[in-house]
């Protein structure tokens, strides 16, 4: 009979948890013990979610204080010498504990690792750094413990792993030469960490190969069967799961079903279309665990026409060969949607969190076993997936007839790049290596309690408005004071960069405890795109020019752009996102013009998410990359040539969308750029970049504040690459997470090493 299984489950906890213990803990106000205790509940709570859901395969080792990627580095050793020895974090020693956020965060002069998106997503993964003779040891024995631990509670895990071939491709070597080289030295360690699996009780383990969605080299190609015998005979006869997610396997189909595992995991969201090819492929002996709820999006299966689809191949399998699991991991989602009493009663019947996709996963596995009490729940499934689609709050005819009367003029400036320019240097009057932050500054304890406190109706709006205008105000004066040229508002009326424009558009929703972790502890709250969207009214104006009216330095407005507006949106699912993001973009052109016609010089509109919303497969690439810049520039071109418009990009593989950059013909893009140590000067370099760039050079996502060293070095290779002349001088991102006095004293050492920098041109 078809059994039920899951590939992960959001560890943060139902109320972020898990993010308040762990940043009690680097505040010191917290300790190892209290840490452990809290990562135990949770981890209890989630075991038993799915037990009590009949499941037969509970994952372990889904849990991380930080990011499973961090986790496997430091399990197979792989801990860069500048962190001092290797650790194990079964132990929850404070000193293990202290090098594994160091690794993540930094400690004093010890630059963290990198960071960069998890495939396509918004989750952000820490980049094992390798060295070309890199030495790995099965060195942290936590997972080993984890199964241990659910056992003690009655719980039967599947330990998550990494697996070898998708941790060597995420990771980079300190040469730049090919990870997959390091195969034969990571083995061992891998080998080890299986059998330990094994000893602590593990009769199934979970191998994840995402990798094999992907583009694969035939270095990559040819080391998954080397690979996997090895594994196979040290998980000395558990079951094995080789899962792949986040696409279609493709031409990786033969490599990954000739392999010597148990069970495939196949992701049947994002790519339906491959399961009968799949279940044809699939040799006798090869059971299939069929991701059909969607792990990555929070609207409601309809698990009706799942049954028809999946019963076929049931049929031709034979029961005993299929699980039914969420297509992914469910950290990509909210935990539990009743915990979000405030929502709109009709939108709440169309959504689906964690622990509904538990239940999703456990009617459809019952009901395809026969069950007939499960019947009613399909039913109840396709009417409410009815409901949803045939809803008159979904379409706007107004937005239709809007979108089809859209030109190619709209998305141009008029003039080129080259023209624009001298108009905009005469309206701005900047000096050399011009200063500037990206737009966010400190959501203070103090700017919380306020928002808290209107939210609770403790202040009323005047009060809270006197509130944001004072910070303002603030924040406007100490940016003169420290020197900055291009000043921004600050963004104190914004919860998040997304969210603050879900709450203003039609076609959005907004949660109150839709919390999903993007790195660490940072956690997100991602609106909801469920209808056709419209601007009702100005956004940002009030805002942009009350603090512009505060000073005589250029100050910019402040937008997200099309493509991260939906990219860190749970989006609808009833019609291309390329249309989607083209409604947005008209939105936002509205909002630029308005700010424009407010006299603001400058509109920043940023656009990090571009290269994360980049389809994993080459072939798919140019397809994507024509609407999202499309997208963009509609959004941007209404204004005059002398208006500046400036975007934001982070934490990406710039190079690989480096035509797609210059296509969007920004006037000015900054880019993340310190912790990779200004890589991204080549790739620029490489492109001729035309228009003018800012490559961060201190990294805010750290808490030490950068040496005047650091800075004048990164300033100088980015004037080496690229020359003065078009370069600006700004972070690597936003100030909203860091504190004031790390802020100055950054931005000081910023804006000093910009002045030595003009003053050696000048000399």
Not at 411 to 428: F, T
């Given at each position: 009979m078809p059994i039920s299984g899951n590939l992960g489950f959001p560890r943060i906890g139902r109320d972020r948890e898990l993010k308040w213990e762990v940043e009690r803990?680097?505040?010191?106000?917290?300790?190892?013990?209290?840490?452990?205790?809290?990562?135990?509940?949770?981890?209890?709570?989630?075991?038993?979610?799915?037990?009590?859901?009949?499941?037969?395969?509970?994952?372990?080792?889904?849990f991380?204080?930080?990011?499973?990627?961090?986790?496997?580095?430091?399990?197979?050793?792989?801990?860069?010498?500048?962190?001092?020895?290797?650790?194990?974090?079964?132990?929850?020693?404070?000193?293990?504990?202290?090098?594994?956020?160091?690794?993540?965060?930094?400690?004093?002069?010890?630059?963290?690792?990198?960071?960069?998106?998890w495939f396509d997503t918004n989750y952000h993964y820490l980049v094992p750094e390798l060295a070309p003779d890199q030495e790995f040891a099965y060195s942290s024995r936590q997972d080993a413990a984890m199964v241990r631990e659910a056992s003690a509670l009655g719980v039967a895990t599947r330990p998550v792993v990494i697996g070898p071939i998708t941790f060597l491709r995420l990771a980079k070597r300190t040469d730049e030469g090919d990870t997959i080289e390091l195969l034969d030295a990571v083995l061992p360690a891998y080998e080890a960490w299986l059998s330990d699996l094994v000893t602590a009780g593990a009769t199934a383990i979970q191998l994840d190969e995402p990798?094999?969605?992907?583009?694969?080299?035939?270095?990559?190609?040819?080391?998954?069967?080397?690979?996997?015998?090895?594994?196979?005979?040290?998980?000395?006869?558990?079951?094995?799961?080789?899962?792949?997610?986040?696409?279609?396997?493709?031409?990786?189909?033969?490599?990954?079903?000739?392999?010597?595992?148990?069970?495939?995991?196949?992701?049947?969201?994002?790519?339906?279309?491959?399961?009968d090819a799949v279940v044809a492929a699939a040799p006798e002996g090869l059971a299939l665990s069929l991701g059909v709820v969607d792990g990555r999006n929070i609207w409601r299966a309809d698990l009706t026409a799942l049954h028809r689809r999946l019963a076929p191949a049931v049929a031709h399998l034979g029961a005993d060969r299929v699980q039914i699991a969420p297509s992914c991991s469910l950290l990509h989602v909210p935990v539990d949607v009743t915990r979000d009493t405030g929502l709109d009663a009709e939108l709440a019947t169309w959504l689906s969190f964690a622990v509904q996709r538990l239940d999703e996963v456990s009617v459809l596995t019952r009901a395809l076993n026969g069950d007939a009490d499960a019947q009613a729940a399909l039913a109840d499934s396709a009417m409410a997936v009815a409901a949803h689609h045939a809803s008159p709050r979904v379409l706007?005819?107004?937005?239709?007839?809007?979108?089809?009367?859209?030109?190619?003029?709209?998305?141009?400036?008029?003039?080129?790049?080259?023209?624009?320019?001298?108009?905009?240097?005469?309206?701005?009057?900047?000096?050399?290596?011009?200063?500037?932050?990206?737009?966010?500054?400190?959501?203070?304890?103090?700017?919380?309690?306020?928002?808290?406190s209107f939210r609770r109706?403790?202040?009323?709006?005047?009060?809270?408005?006197?509130?944001?205008?004072?910070?303002?105000?603030?924040?406007?004066?100490?940016?003169?004071?420290?020197?900055?040229?291009?000043?921004?508002?600050?963004?104190?009326?914004?919860?998040?960069?997304?969210?603050?424009?879900?709450?203003?558009?039609?076609?959005?929703?907004?949660?109150?405890?839709?919390?999903?972790?993007?790195?660490?502890?940072?956690?997100?709250?991602?609106?909801?795109?469920?209808g056709d969207i419209v601007r009702r009214?100005?956004?940002?104006?009030?805002?942009?020019?009350?603090?512009?009216?505060?000073?005589?330095?250029?100050?910019?407005?402040?937008?997200?752009?099309?493509?991260?507006?939906?990219?860190?949106?749970?989006?609808?699912?009833d019609q291309p996102e390329s249309v989607t993001t083209r409604q947005i973009a008209l939105a936002l052109r509205d909002e630029v013009t308005d700010l424009e016609a407010a006299g603001l010089p400058i509109v920043q509109v940023d656009e990090p998410a571009l290269r994360e919303g980049l389809p994993l497969r080459r072939a798919d690439w140019d397809a994507y990359l024509a609407w999202a810049t499309d997208a963009f520039r509609i959004a941007v071109s209404g204004v005059r040539p002398d208006t500046q418009i400036h975007t934001h990009m982070c934490y990406a593989e710039f190079g690989d969308v480096m035509d797609a950059i210059i296509a969007l013909d920004a006037d000015v893009i900054s880019m993340e750029a310190s912790r990779s140590g200004m890589q991204l000067l080549d790739e620029l370099s490489a492109a001729q970049y035309p228009n003018e760039v800012g490559p961060g050079v201190w990294d805010i996502h750290s808490p030490r504040v950068p040496t005047a060293e650091e800075v004048d070095r990164l300033l100088g290779a980015a004037i080496a690459a690229l020359g003065a002349a078009k370069l600006w001088v700004n972070p690597d991102c936003g100030l909203k997470t860091r504190g004031w006095p790390e802020v100055e004293a950054s931005i000081e050492t910023m804006v000093a090493a910009a002045e030595r920098a003009r003053d050696a041109r000048a000399g």
């Open positions: 803990y680097w505040q010191g106000v917290s300790d190892a013990t209290r840490l452990a205790d809290l990562a135990a509940t949770l981890r209890a709570t989630h075991w038993r979610l799915q037990a009590d859901r009949g499941f037969e395969r509970i994952p372990s080792n889904d991380s204080l930080y990011d499973q990627v961090l986790d496997t580095s430091v399990t197979l050793g792989a801990v860069p010498p500048r962190f001092g020895d290797r650790f194990d974090l079964a132990t929850w020693d404070a000193d293990a504990l202290d090098g594994y956020f160091a690794m993540a965060r930094g400690a004093h002069d010890v630059p963290a690792l990198e960071m960069t998106k990798a094999l969605v992907l583009d694969l080299s035939e270095a990559e190609k040819a080391a998954y069967p080397r690979a996997y015998e090895r594994l196979r005979a040290a998980a000395r006869g558990a079951e094995v799961m080789l899962a792949t997610y986040f696409g279609g396997l493709r031409d990786n189909l033969s490599l990954a079903v000739g392999l010597p595992v148990d069970v495939l995991h196949v992701d049947l969201v994002r790519d339906p279309e491959q399961l706007r005819p107004e937005v239709q007839d809007r979108l089809a009367h859209v030109t190619a003029e709209w998305g141009s400036r008029g003039l080129p790049y080259a023209e624009r320019a001298p108009l905009q240097h005469e309206r701005l009057g900047l000096p050399l290596l011009p200063t500037t932050t990206i737009g966010s500054f400190p959501q203070t304890a103090d700017v919380r309690r306020h928002r808290a109706g403790e202040v009323d709006a005047a009060e809270y408005r006197a509130g944001l205008q004072a910070a303002t105000r603030a924040c406007v004066r100490k940016q003169e004071e420290l020197g900055l040229d291009v000043l921004a508002h600050g963004e104190f009326e914004r919860t998040d960069m997304v969210e603050f424009f879900g709450e203003k558009l039609d076609g959005f929703t907004t949660t109150s405890h839709g919390w999903v972790q993007s790195y660490g502890s940072r956690c997100v709250k991602p609106p909801v795109i469920f009214e100005p956004m940002t104006i009030d805002w942009a020019s009350y603090a512009a009216g505060l000073t005589d330095r250029p100050l910019k407005g402040m937008l997200t752009g099309p493509v991260t507006i939906l990219q860190w949106s749970f989006v609808r699912s």
